[in-house]
Nanobody, 125 residues
Framework: QVQLVESGGGLVQAGGSLRLSCAAS????????MGWFRQAPGKDREFVAA?????????FYADSVKGRFTISRDNAKSTVYLQMNSLKPEDTADYYC?????????????????WGQGTQVTVSS
């Protein structure tokens, strides 16, 4: 079992920045690919970014956030971060941290077995 707790959400103006954190506990954090997803009201949950547990941690992103968001992980602290810059109103959503033991580049929500409770991000125009 892996327990995930997100923090760092809030209200920010367009063009601003936020940093989300996800603290993990339970089984070996370094053996999981860690991802961030988001879900806006009335929409499906969508992939944002992830960082693999292999290869020293390789990040990959959704096209919609590439160049604006940066995912990173600190295995010593069992924490994954999502630095969000140049935020847009369309980034408004609940953001969820997720973990998976799968190899490769998992981008689908059903590829992740562990989820946090979510943290809300609101970007005002």
């Amino acid at each position: 079992q892996v327990q995930l707790v997100e923090s760092g959400g809030g209200l920010v103006q367009a063009g601003g920045s936020l940093r989300l954190s996800c603290a993990a506990s339970g089984r070996t954090f370094s053996s999981y690919t860690m991802g961030w997803f988001r879900q806006a009201p009335g929409k499906d949950r969508e992939f944002v970014a992830a960082v693999t547990w292999t290869g020293g941690g390789v990040p990959f992103y959704a096209d919609s956030v590439k160049g604006r968001f940066t995912i990173s992980r600190d295995n010593a602290k069992s924490t994954v971060y999502l630095q969000m810059n140049s935020l847009k109103p369309e980034d408004t959503a609940d953001y969820y941290c997720a973990a998976t033991g799968r190899f490769g580049w998992p981008r689908r929500a059903d590829e992740y077995g562990y989820w946090g409770q979510g943290t809300q991000v609101t970007v005002s125009s």
